[in-house]
């Protein structure tokens, strides 16, 4: 079978890695036809508009997406090309696993969670405007449905059996946003009386910051709002070893696109030097999600041993934080192009002392 993919390279870093991630994804022997789309800066330069339709129209048609990171202009300029396509093909769940792989100075090996953020509403809702005519105040809206609240919840409980994980914590911020968070909250409370084989709890944001700093391993998976929720994956990377192997997935009813949790790192584009080890790794979460197992655990192993091996790993690896004896730094394309080496000849039959990677499939898609 041939799996049509739209690949989207992305600004600063993301043409680096999406080539190192297709080199990887091809290595498997998984026959894919890539349609390759821009968005953000590329586009702009060719069409004026940095979310043009036909990358729309591509990932509606495809089903699938590979995507690099984009970059958004800070303060003013356009809208996240990011936000927008989330909101525009509805992706509502994204799904950011922080494993630590292979990484003996990691701070906290033991990581192994999963933030389920809802990707739609929330404080990036895009409801924000100048209170008055000399820009001293402004507002910024936040949007929690029950709908969407229902759906990521139930997504985030469905997730949790389907991989025989034992807990989802709730994260909001009730106490103060007694509206907003009450709502997230009570439909919470309810899906979660659906769930009587999963256990369940709650935690304030700023408690499961000082939580997870602490004792990441007592956490299993998180649901939470928007803004939380980009906050968070980006504090479990960090203790899993770092964005340089952060991936990600964003599903929507009928269509799912794989991004890293990192940016666009503008500081090290077009410098080889930026770790692909998260594009690559969301390879293996869309091989997954198309239910291409063997070939999923190949590219996890053949990046698990990689990593352990020490020989060709990014500066973000080759360092204390990461590794207790640092290594001389390889480039992204050396890094990508032994993954690639390793793909067809990694033993998968071997026990890895982490345990198996994330599986999501299309029918987790669950009408509210
Ligand atoms: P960033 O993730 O790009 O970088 C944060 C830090 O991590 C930097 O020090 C960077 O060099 C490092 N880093 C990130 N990815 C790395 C990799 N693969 N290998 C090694 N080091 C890596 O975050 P930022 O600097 O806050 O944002 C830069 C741009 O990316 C902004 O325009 C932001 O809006 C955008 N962004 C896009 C996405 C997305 O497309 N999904 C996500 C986050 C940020």
């Known amino acids: 079978m041939t799996y049509r993919v739209t690949l989207v390279p992305g600004d600063g870093i993301g043409p680096e890695v999406t080539s190192a991630a297709r080199e990887v ?66 992706l509502y769940a994204s799904v950011r696993p922080a494993r630590a792989i292979a990484g003996e100075g990691t701070r906290f090996p033991e990581t192994d969670l999963i933030v389920v953020r809802e990707a739609t509403e929330g404080l990036y809702s895009g409801v924000e405007h ?20 229902d759906r990521i919840i139930r997504f985030a409980f469905e997730l949790a059996r389907r991989q025989r994980r034992k807990h989802v914590t709730a994260v909001h911020k009730a106490n103060i946003m007694k509206t907003t968070g009450g709502l997230f909250q009570t439909a919470f409370r309810e899906m979660a ?52 192997v952060a991936p990600g997935a964003l599903y929507g009813e009928g269509m799912a696109v794989f991004e890293p949790v990192h940016g666009s790192a503008p500081k090290y584009a077009g410098l080889d030097k930026a770790d692909p080890a998260a594009e690559i790794l969301c390879v293996e ?17 053949a990046v698990w041993e ?6 060709f790993v990014t500066y973000d690896l080759a360092l204390p934080g990461y590794t207790l004896r640092p290594v001389a730094p390889s480039s992204c394309s050396a890094m990508a192009a032994e993954i690639a080496r390793k793909v067809p000849i990694v033993d998968i039959e071997s026990p890895l002392p982490r345990p198996p990677p994330i599986a999501v499939g299309t029918d987790l898609h669950l009408e509210a």
């Open 306 to 311: 990689t990593i352990a091996e020490k020989k």
């Open 193 to 244: 009386a659906k769930y009587p084989d999963i256990a369940s709890d709650e935690r304030l944001i700023d408690n499961m910051c000082m939580q997870l700093a602490k004792k990441p391993e007592e956490y299993d998976v998180l649901v939470t709002t928007n803004l939380f929720g980009d906050i968070l994956s980006d504090l479990a990377a960090g203790l899993a070893g770092g964005l340089g």
């Open 25 to 90: 994804a091809e290595a498997t022997g998984v026959d894919f036809d890539w349609e390759v789309v821009q968005a953000g800066e590329q586009a702009i330069r060719a069409t004026g508009n940095p979310l043009p339709d036909t990358v729309l129209e591509s990932i509606r048609r495809n089903h699938l997406a590979l995507k690099g990171p984009i970059t958004t202009p800070i303060g003013s300029g356009f809208r996240s090309v990011n936000v927008a396509l989330r909101q525009q093909l509805d």
């Open 285 to 301: 979460l869309l091989l997954r999600h198309v239910g291409e197992h063997e070939a999923a655990d190949r590219v996890f192993r």
């Open 130 to 149: 100048w209170v008055d005519r000399e820009h001293t105040a402004a507002e910024t809206v936040a949007v929690i449905t029950r709908k969407a609240s």
